[in-house]
């Protein structure tokens, strides 16, 4: 099993920055793709932002060049700075890795999904 942890969301102002983490931990032997996707109240869960295993990365077209996504392969973590925050971008952000891993004398890959951080941006 896969456990992903998320911190570093809360209260920021607009034109405000923050920066989320994501920890993966559990039993496994790779991550591929991870990501940052979030969900406004009455709205449908949408893509932030995606990196692959080699550092390839694409934003949803509301980024804009506000956020940079990252990962450290070593400490199986996805980061999300986010910088010029607006209203609009107050949602539950959630992390998502795709993990490969080893069961029954083969591999397989399965998604997970972290259990979502607040952010709120408001004066």
């Known amino acids: 099993q896969v456990q992903l942890v998320e911190s570093g969301g809360g209260l920021v102002q607009p034109g405000g920055s923050l920066r989320l983490s994501c920890a993966a931990s ?27 295993s080699r550092n390839t990365t694409n934003y949803g077209e509301f980024v804009k060049g506000r956020f940079t996504i990252s990962r450290d392969n070593a ?11 607006k209203p609009e971008d107050t949602a539950v952000f959630s992390c998502y890795a ?5 069961s029954g004398g083969k591999y397989r890959s399965d998604d997970y999904w972290g259990q979502g951080t607040q952010v709120t941006v408001s004066s």
């Open 26 to 52: 559990g039993n496994f032997v790779g991550i591929n793709d991870m990501a940052w996707y979030r969900q406004a109240p009455g709205k449908q869960r949408e893509l932030v932002a995606r990196i692959t």
């Open 75 to 85: 400490k199986n973590t996805v980061y999300l700075q986010m910088n010029s925050l």
């Open 98 to 102: 795709h993990v490969l891993g080893w």
